[in-house]
């Protein structure tokens, strides 16, 4: 069965660490997001691809990017890990319908 | 820009009774979908229900219905014969036609269900 995987669940770093999180998708979709969730503001879009060697910024890019080297990745990066990024993530992919989930990531920066 | 608001954020059910929960969105586009996640504490996020918006019938997915009103740009959802395991996160969400990227989620409703 297709899915969507990130890795890893869990992950504590310290301010100004850099820090990669990975997405995986087997549904062959072109289009794939990244979220953060925070308590009182729902899911909000940070970064977006609708191919390969496209990215987009959505809206709370700052201090994160993204990068397209195949259809089925979308790594997020922190380049320098701050507090006000600790949250839980979550990657995303659609065709041209409804978004399907990764199971996110839980990320505390210390 | 388009925003969604989750008025109710905690709702409580007995088991086996009906329960609905709020959702208003705000959108001058005239076609769009809107959608009802369930966010259980495992965080997977799972799609419960779907609403294009040129449809006038309302989407029924088994005990999972939604009463949408356009005009109100209201979206509510409606669980019946509620279950232990409906016990979690409802997040509604807004996605434009035009812009697929652009999906828009409510703060969420917290549902818990009592035995």
């Known amino acids: 069965d297709a899915e969507i995987t990130q890795s890893p669940r869990h992950k504590i770093t310290e301010t100004g660490r850099q820090v990669t999180l990975a997405c995986h998708q087997t549904w062959n979709h072109n289009n794939m997001f990244w979220y953060r969730q925070d308590l009182g503001h729902g899911l909000r879009l940070i970064h977006y691809?609708?191919?390969?060697?496209?990215?987009n910024k959505g809206e709370v890019s700052d201090g994160y990017s993204v990068s397209r080297s195949n259809t089925e990745d979308l790594p997020l990066t922190l380049e320098s890990a701050a507090s006000s990024q600790t949250s839980v993530y979550f990657c995303a992919s659609s065709d041209h319908g409804e978004q399907y989930f990764g199971p996110g990531t839980r990320l505390t920066v210390t | 820009a388009q925003t969604v608001t989750q008025s109710q954020p905690e709702m409580s059910v007995q088991e086996a009774e009906t329960v609905t929960l709020s959702c208003t969105y705000d959108?001058?586009?005239?076609?769009?979908?809107l959608f009802w996640y369930k966010q259980p504490p495992s965080r997977q996020m799972i799609l419960v229900i779907r609403q294009e918006a040129y449809k006038q019938q309302n989407a029924t997915e088994n005990r999972f219905s939604v009463n949408f009103q356009k005009a109100a740009k209201s979206f509510s959802l409606k669980i019946s014969d509620s279950q232990l395991g409906d016990a979690a996160m409802y997040f509604c969400?807004?996605?434009?036609?035009?812009?697929?990227?652009?999906?828009?989620f409510g703060a969420g409703t917290r549902l818990t269900v009592k035995p």
């Open positions: 691809s609708y191919g390969v060697q496209d990215t």
């Open positions: 959108t001058s586009e005239s076609d769009y979908y």
């Open positions: 969400a807004y996605r434009s036609s035009f812009n697929n990227n652009d999906m828009r």
